[in-house]
């Protein structure tokens, strides 16, 4: 059975057959209705009308309009549930932060509303293009090995061992709009307090013990 979606578009085509378009409004079981957002009556009322094909392209419109909104809602959390993924399974190196390269280069890069990604690394903020990450995703799809790091600098990419790399210099000279960036921190973990080891306390009782037994023999 064809999608909403679909049988909307099929019916959208009729738009310049208004005799084709009413037939089709009114036989209509109510799933076109369901994807236009009205009901099987306001459906026959419009048939009827002598501008169906005019007020048939507005609801088309807004129904796209309202699918596209859900879709990128959808994309935008997957992103940013992907963010919070990243942020916990970063490892702190000597060399910088290592990154997991599936969630990087996968759903961190869903959301296209926001065109720049900021990873802040020690309050430096390495901005990259999405749209290239996109790119080097779809290049090292074919590699298992792929690492990610990143430094207050840039973030890199290696893999086949470390024969192959990129490296992203931040661009944030080039964001004027801090509304297009997501921006994820990576916050070191705290340091947890050194434990002093406090000296053993003698057993009175026992050294007692023994000069006893050796006095008393």
């Given at each position: 059975?064809?999608?909403?979606?679909?049988?909307?578009?099929?019916?959208?085509?009729?738009?310049?057959?208004?005799?084709?378009?009413?037939?089709?409004?009114?036989?209509?079981?109510?799933?076109?209705?369901?994807?236009?957002?009205?009901?099987?009556?306001?459906?026959r009322e419009l048939s009827s009308r002598r501008?169906?094909?005019?007020?048939?392209?507005?609801?088309?419109?807004?129904?796209r309009h309202r699918e596209a909104a859900?879709?990128?809602?959808?994309?935008?959390?997957?992103?940013?549930?992907?963010?919070?993924?990243?942020?916990?399974?970063?490892?702190?190196?000597?060399?910088?932060?290592?990154?997991?390269?599936?969630?990087?280069?996968?759903?961190?890069?869903a959301d296209t509303a926001k065109p720049w990604l900021s990873l802040v690394v020690d309050g430096s903020d390495v901005v990259v293009s999405r749209?290239?990450?996109?790119?080097?995703?779809?290049?090292?799809?074919?590699?298992?090995d792929t690492r990610a790091l990143v430094d207050s600098q840039a973030l890199r990419l290696r893999w086949r061992g470390g024969l192959g790399g990129l490296n992203f210099n931040s661009q944030v000279q080039h964001v004027r709009d801090d509304s297009l960036v997501l921006r994820v921190v990576l916050s070191r973990p705290a340091a947890q307090p050194a434990k002093c080891a406090r000296p053993r306390r003698a057993d009175r009782r026992g050294w007692l013990t023994d000069v006893l037994t050796e006095v008393v023999g």
């Open positions: 059975m064809p999608s909403a979606m679909n049988r909307l578009r099929d019916v959208a085509l009729l738009t310049g057959d208004a005799d084709a378009l009413r037939d089709a409004l009114r036989k209509d079981d109510g799933g076109l209705g369901a994807a236009l957002g009205v009901s099987v009556d306001q459906l501008d169906v094909s005019d007020r048939l392209r507005d609801l088309v419109l807004r129904a859900l879709r990128d809602d959808g994309r935008r959390e997957r992103a940013l549930v992907a963010a919070e993924r990243l942020v916990a399974g970063v490892r702190w190196l000597d060399a910088g932060v290592e990154l997991e390269p599936r969630v990087l280069l996968g759903d961190l890069l749209a290239r990450l996109r790119r080097a995703a779809l290049a090292l799809r074919p590699f298992g």
